[in-house]
């Protein structure tokens, strides 16, 4: 049978501790932070890709076809990346992968700023 409160060496019972609440851990609100700024991030690229190519071709087509490819890495990689990534360290995996994201969108602002923005450099990003 199994008690709630523990025993210690000297025969004086202690009740558990417990934890302390989730907002007090700094690992869970660097997770959580981190993943709001990525989610955020992303909300805002899924508007302004389209509007960004719409305002550099006049093509709705073009526009159209930036949305549509956001849908297409994760078509490709889901599967062979959940199999791999099972395998390897989850966090690491992650930091890397906001990281990657985070530099692939900062070269649009720089690639706008030197003048070679190009729709297949929007595309690939």
């Given at each position: ?47 302004a890709f389209p509007l960004l190519i719409l305002a550099l071709t ?39 992968c906001d990281i990657g994201r985070a530099i692939s969108m900062a ?19």
């Open positions: 049978m199994s008690t709630t409160k523990e025993t210690v060496a000297s025969g004086e019972e202690m009740t558990p501790k417990r934890p302390g609440p989730l907002w007090r851990n700094l690992d869970y609100m660097l997770l959580w932070g981190g993943q709001v700024v990525s989610n955020v991030g992303t909300q805002v690229s899924t508007l006049r093509s709705p087509a073009q526009a159209g076809l930036a949305g549509a490819l956001r849908a297409l890495p994760y078509l490709i990689f889901s599967l062979p990346a959940g199999a791999l990534i099972d395998r390897w360290d989850r966090k690491r995996v992650m930091i890397l070269s649009i602002p720089f690639a706008l700023a030197i003048g070679r923005l190009t729709v297949l450099h929007l595309f690939l990003v």
